[in-house]
């Protein structure tokens, strides 16, 4: 006698979404508020350009959004919490905060993409 169920679904090894992790959609939505922060950086220099340094304020805008994202990242993505305090530190250095939140970016998408998340321009889809 065959073992073999003809109507039984058929399996197959494709990568399987971590939905039900709290931390992966913590990174998620934190990834979000970064790239919303680059964003809103690269907002702000070009308006120091044209109106000149009333645009920092802008700036300060991205810095808190920034600090946000980075602090719900950080559960997830099990930082410490003085890189975190560092971190927040280089927010306000004028280029460097753009390089840091570029770093930030691209290990939440790494991670994400491991764990079966596509990754777009403004983060994951969800």
């Known amino acids: ?28 939505k934190g990834q979000k508020k970064v790239i919303y922060a680059i964003l809103v950086n690269i907002l702000a220099y070009i ?42 530190l280089l927010f306000f250095i004028p280029v460097i905060n753009l390089l840091v939140l570029l770093r930030i970016n691209g290990k939440a998408t790494s991670y994400l993409q491991k764990r079966g998340y596509t990754v777009g321009l403004l983060g994951a889809k969800m």
Do not use: C, H, W
């Open 1 to 28: 006698m065959d073992t073999n169920n003809p109507y039984q679904t058929p399996k197959s090894d494709l990568l399987t979404r971590d939905t039900a992790n709290e931390e992966t959609l913590k990174i998620a």
């Open 47 to 88: 308006l120091q350009i044209y109106i000149g340094q009333i645009a920092a304020l802008v700036n300060l805008f991205a810095i808190g959004l920034s600090t946000a994202g980075l602090i719900q990242m950080s559960k997830g993505m099990k930082y410490s919490t003085t890189a975190i305090i560092l971190l927040v």
